[in-house]
């Protein structure tokens, strides 16, 4: 069926209820229905039947005494009932544990969606570093070591139809604002076989990310090792935790069905063949 055919069985009502729901995040946890209709560009009456819908099926709370609106418990059922169906987090879990005890850090498996990289498991290390990352969370694909593994099946041209022509946001210095620089990072980290950064998206955050593959040989998720980089210092960076990474990266792919081709091996690796 076409994209085209499709929509002609799409329930109009369902797809603005969603739209709706889709408008509540960690920055904007609450909204009044006033502010709910002018951002949906719905019509306040329209908005008013979706929301007490919503509130009904328990999608949807009401904030008394400030007559906002925030998510009900059921959506986070729905979200837990998403991950627990998910083969890839059973598969991930217990190398990703592993991996955490091995480096100290906290390790994290992300998938890619649109062009954010979404947080699907977080093992907390043993430091002292508090991370604000857990399931669910949605970080940007273009600044983030997760993201730019994510991306690593992708050319210039397949980049620029994700995020266009506008200049991408800042994080750091290191991070890439045009397609162009982006697509330079994403080659270097296919070519390595794995991405590094220190403070490259949050200041004190040194990250290690390699990624997933399925049985087709395709990104499927990326894993990453966080750490504060004031205990990680670069030589055990890239040694020591690199190759924890890709290893661990290479077992979940394995047993998602991957072979492991000579292209894909990390240079690192290659290097002491």
């Not at 006033?34 to 007490?52: D, F, I, M, N, Q």
């Not at 991950?83 to 890619?112: C, F, K, M, N, Y």
């Not at 593959?213 to 040694?239: C, H, K, M, S, Y």
């Amino acid at each position: 069926m076409t994209g085209t055919d499709a929509g002609r069985y799409i329930v109009p009502g369902l797809a603005r209820g969603l739209r709706l729901l889709e408008l509540f995040d960690r920055v904007r946890p609450e909204w009044s229905l006033a502010e709910l209709a002018a951002e949906a560009g719905l019509p306040r009456s329209t908005t008013y039947r979706l929301v007490v819908t919503l509130e009904q099926l328990g999608y949807l709370d009401r904030a008394h005494p400030h007559k906002t609106f925030r998510l009900g418990a059921r959506v986070l059922h729905l979200g837990f009932e998403f991950l627990d169906s998910q083969e890839l987090v059973d598969i991930a879990h217990a190398p990703l544990q592993r991996l955490s005890a091995r480096t100290g850090g906290s390790t994290h498996l992300a998938i890619l969606d649109g062009t954010d990289a979404v947080y699907l498991l977080r093992v907390a290390g043993s430091n002292r570093l508090v991370s604000n990352v857990r399931a669910g969370t949605r970080l940007p694909a273009h600044a983030t070591v997760m993201g730019r593994v994510l991306l690593g099946d992708e050319d210039a041209a397949s980049l620029r139809d994700r995020f266009g022509e506008s200049p991408l946001t800042r994080a750091t210095a290191a991070t890439a604002t045009t397609v162009e620089a982006l697509e330079r990072q994403v080659s270097e980290v296919r070519r390595r076989g794995y991405a590094l950064s220190v403070a490259g998206f949050e200041a004190g955050i040194a990250s290690v990310g390699a990624p997933v593959r399925n049985a087709a040989g395709d990104v499927a998720a990326a894993i990453n090792f966080t750490g504060p980089d004031a205990q990680f210092d670069r030589e055990r960076l890239e040694t020591e935790v690199v190759g924890a990474v890709c290893e661990t990266a290479g077992e979940i792919s394995r047993r998602l069905g991957w072979r492991e081709p000579a292209e894909h091996l990390p240079e690192r690796s290659r290097r002491l063949g």
